[in-house]
């Protein structure tokens, strides 16, 4: 693993006007040293960090030595969400923030490293969303754009789950436990559950296996993330929008100058394919270089952490 690293950011006004004194940004470094090989900017999702790669690395089927994304090759450059806690950095009140906010602090975090142009930015569900904001304010910012199981915009869906886990954090008695057990159920499908339970019980427990198994990723989550951390990923999640300073979303999609490869899952009940395809049919009638991969797998939202063959084939020539 490698070390934690901070670029301090000084008097930063978020989007709703607040002024926040100091905001450590924390990131991480893997592969080639800084401006030695191209650099491919991986976002985090909502329970994620910037340790990516090696031994506990939580995307390190995709990102290492060997690798699709080859650390051989490139530099991987992984940015913490401020207030997600791996750093130790918290901020009380979540809804200070939306997404753009964290987009211009990235951006900051690159200027300071004196990064004017990315191989790649990709990221997974809030990652992707975030990628999508980055390139909103920075159109010449990335030579690929790769957005996977996410889109431009929080949709009313995604916003109305969002909602219901904002009322689990601030009402319940056990609020990550309550939370993550819903959000399960947002991240799988309903295949995926009849393939993986079938009904099945478990007699100890007297119970359904799949309420064992919400149960069991409810206190896993408990047990490894801040209340404050996850309210602020959620507030995230909700207000994902490039849309949100611009009349006209057409004039954002026309000015961004990279490829835009869009990575959707077939099954994904959290940010849907057909919303990613609709994406993608506008794109294309503006002429912008874009491309469209489906993952077939009845994982739902989450087979981006689990189809890794498939994933490594659409990204392979990427990267090669």
């Not at 056990?174 to 993986?196: E, G, T």
């Not at 899952?265 to 993608?280: A, G, L, P, Q, R």
Request: charged residues 20%; proline residues 3%; neutral net charge.
């Amino acid at each position: 693993m490698s070390d934690l690293l901070y670029i301090p950011i000084k008097d930063y006004v978020t989007h709703n006007g607040s002024c926040i004194k100091t905001i450590n940004l924390s990131y991480q470094l893997f592969g080639n040293p800084l401006h030695t090989a191209p650099i491919v900017l991986v976002n985090h999702a909502l329970t994620g960090n910037s340790n990516v790669a090696g031994k506990d690395g939580w995307w390190s089927s995709l990102i290492g030595d060997d690798k699709v994304i080859n650390t051989k090759d490139f530099t991987v450059l992984v940015f913490n969400i401020p207030g997600n806690g791996y750093d130790g950095q918290l901020f009380n009140n979540y809804k200070d923030f939306v997404t753009t906010d964290i987009a211009k602090l990235f951006l900051q975090g690159l200027k300071h490293l004196k990064i004017e142009k990315l191989y790649a930015t990709i990221g997974a569900s809030l990652g992707g969303g975030l990628a999508w904001e980055m390139v909103a304010l920075q159109p010449n910012i990335t030579k690929y754009l790769i957005p996977i199981a996410a889109d431009w915009k929080s949709t009313d869906w995604l916003i109305a789950n969002c909602r219901i886990q904002e009322q689990f954090l601030e009402n319940s008695k056990q609020p990550i436990h309550d939370a993550r057990m819903h959000a399960m159920l947002c991240y799988r499908s309903p295949q995926s559950f009849k393939h993986k339970f079938n009904r099945s019980t478990n007699e100890d427990l007297q119970l359904f296996n799949v309420e064992s198994w919400l149960l069991h990723h409810g206190k896993k989550l408990q047990g490894r993330f801040q209340l404050s951390a996850y309210k602020l990923m959620n507030q995230l999640l909700k207000t994902i929008n490039i849309e949100r300073d611009n009349d006209d979303i057409t004039s954002v999609f026309k000015a961004i100058k990279g490829k835009i490869h869009l990575i959707t899952i077939d099954s994904d009940v959290f940010f849907t394919s057909d919303e990613t395809e609709e994406t993608y049919s506008t794109l294309k009638s503006l002429g912008v270089d874009v491309h469209l991969n489906i993952i077939e797998s009845y994982h739902g939202h989450d087979a981006f952490l689990i189809e890794y063959e498939k994933l490594n084939a659409i990204l392979k020539p990427i990267f090669s």
